[in-house]
């Protein structure tokens, strides 16, 4: 069973970094193919693709958070680490990690999200 | 980059009725297009990819067509669980650019 689950901190101060960490199981990042990607969505609005990185380690970003993003992956711990800096709060949002098993084709499995909240 | 239009962004609906959602890109995607649902709370769930394949385990009732620019999201006859909100999402430009519509929320009648 392929499962997808983020990790960090629930509330960030302006200006700060935030580090987020998708631990997934059933599959491997080092299989031909995989990638896994980060989505985010804030209180009531639509999906934004952040970043993704391939079993190869290639990494690609949104053009318009590029500057702020870095994807990273650990192959042996199953983790995709993704930082941001300065955090915003408009960067308040549900952040969520998905796969895709063999680009180009559609997040087949999500985690199910962790909310972030930028505040003073 | 590409842009995803969806329309109408909410609609109201009865049990049993057929709804079309419509999902339109600012330039040609081919058939790379996915459809998500998606339920308060909860992460988005995979429809159809390919613009028209049904993803494992999802009714039949659910349906997709359309390729290059304008695409369809069919739900034959509505259920209760179906009340949600949906997503497009194309994936043709890679490298990646992948960009989802703004969501069409369906709400009961």
């Known amino acids: 069973q392929v499962t997808l689950r983020e990790s960090g901190p629930a509330l960030v101060k302006p200006t700060q970094t935030l580090t987020l960490t998708c631990t997934f199981s059933g599959f491997s990042l080092s299989t031909s193919g995989m990638c896994v990607s980060w989505i985010r969505q804030p209180p009531g609005k639509a999906l934004e693709w952040l970043a993704l990185?391939?079993?190869?380690?290639?990494?690609y970003y949104s053009t318009s958070l590029k500057t702020r993003l870095t994807i990273s992956k650990d192959t042996s711990k199953n983790q995709v680490v993704l930082t941001m800096t300065n955090m915003d709060p408009v960067d308040t949002a549900t952040y969520y990690c998905a796969r895709i098993e063999s680009p180009p084709d559609a997040f087949d499995i999500w985690g199910q999200g962790t909310m972030v909240t930028v505040s003073s | 980059a590409i842009r995803m239009t969806q329309s109408p962004s909410s609609l109201s609906a009865s049990t049993g009725d057929r709804v079309t959602i419509t999902c339109r890109a600012s330039?040609?995607?081919?058939?790379?297009l996915a459809w998500y649902q998606q339920k308060p709370g909860k992460a988005p769930k995979l429809l159809i990819y390919?613009?028209?394949t049904l993803q494992s385990g999802v009714p039949s009732r659910f349906s997709g067509s359309g390729s290059g620019t304008d695409f369809t999201l069919t739900i034959s006859c509505l259920q209760s669980e179906d009340f949600a909100t949906y997503y497009c999402q194309q994936y043709y430009s890679y490298p990646p650019a992948l960009t989802f519509g703004g969501g069409t929320k369906v709400e009961i009648k």
């Open positions: 330039q040609g995607i081919s058939s790379y």
């Open positions: 990185i391939d079993w190869d380690d290639d990494k």
């Open positions: 390919a613009a028209s």
